[in-house]
């Protein structure tokens, strides 16, 4: 069965930091681009960082949040530092091939003092 299952997230003041973790099951990421993803209330869902042949992130986040794997435990992790109430949303993993497109259920961040 596929899964991706997110987890790492909750309620961090301004300017604190989180990691998050997905973990992958029933493929192998070492085959796919990684990407998280975020959707704000009333918004829509986001590019926040992809990790394939290359690393790209969305300009907002850039140089404060930082994307890696470690394919060998089938896990993508996403670094954010220097948090703003604007990163408040569910985050979520998801793993592109071209023939697949897989999601995780989201795991919520919220910045607030």
């Known amino acids: 069965q596929v899964q991706l299952v997110e987890s790492g997230g909750g309620l961090v003041q301004p300017g604190g930091s989180l990691r998050l973790s997905c973990v992958a099951s029933g493929f192998i990421i070492s085959s796919y681009a990684m990407s998280w993803y975020r959707q704000a209330p009333g918004k829509e869902r986001e590019l926040v960082a992809v990790n394939g042949s290359r690393t790209n992130f969305a300009d907002s986040m850039e140089g404060r949040f930082t994307i890696s794997r470690d394919n060998d435990k089938n896990t993508v992790y996403l670094q954010m530092n220097s948090l703003k109430p604007d990163d408040t949303a569910v985050y979520y993993c998801?793993?592109?091939?071209?023939?697949?497109?897989?999601w995780g259920q989201g795991t919520q961040v919220t910045v607030s003092s």
């Open positions: 998801n793993a592109r091939s071209f023939q697949n497109n897989y």
